[in-house]
């Protein structure tokens, strides 16, 4: 197996375990690695690109990994479902929509033009359910506390 078909089996199959829930580290190393100059990652001489930015002035790492996410899983050739049986691309993709849904509501707490109007969204995003982690429906307390944070604390 030719090494571009290790890294791309690698990466299908980590979409795969993030989509359906379980990944495990296996602690050992697969591929002989060394630093050189074309690394992305180790040289520090790589050129940064912006990361995306909320609406509230922060990175949203989060927002954007989830778009791509659903890219990546949209175009898995059709034989991931053989290789691994417990995946479903419509339910994957669904997923990763609603959560994507999830962080654009929750953006609209920190484009809130004051206190008051954010605390109002925040309840609301709370009482209508957005808050509930897409997998298993329990309630993300540490985004609402974070969100909380920010509608308190904003200026």
């Not at 009482?127 to 920010?150: E, Q």
């Amino acid at each position: 197996m030719t090494f571009l078909a290790q890294v791309v089996g690698q990466v299908v199959g980590q979409v795969v375990g993030q989509v359906v829930g379980q990944v495990v580290e296996i602690d050992v190393p697969l591929v002989r690695y060394r630093q050189h100059g074309n690394n992305l990652f180790g040289d520090g001489t790589r050129v940064r690109h912006p990361r995306p930015r909320s609406a509230a002035g922060g990175s949203d790492p989060s927002r954007y990994a989830t778009a791509a996410m659903i890219r990546i899983v949209i175009r898995l050739p059709d034989a991931t479902a053989g290789a691994f049986p417990l995946f479903d691309r419509d339910r994957a993709v669904g997923s990763l929509q609603r959560a994507l849904h999830q962080l654009d509501e929750r953006e609209a707490v920190y484009r809130s033009a004051s206190r008051l109007e954010a605390l109002k969204r925040l309840c609301a995003l709370v009482t209508s359910g957005t808050y509930r982690a897409v997998h298993d429906g329990n309630i993300r307390w540490w985004s609402v506390a974070k969100d909380l944070t920010f509608t308190l604390v904003r200026r």
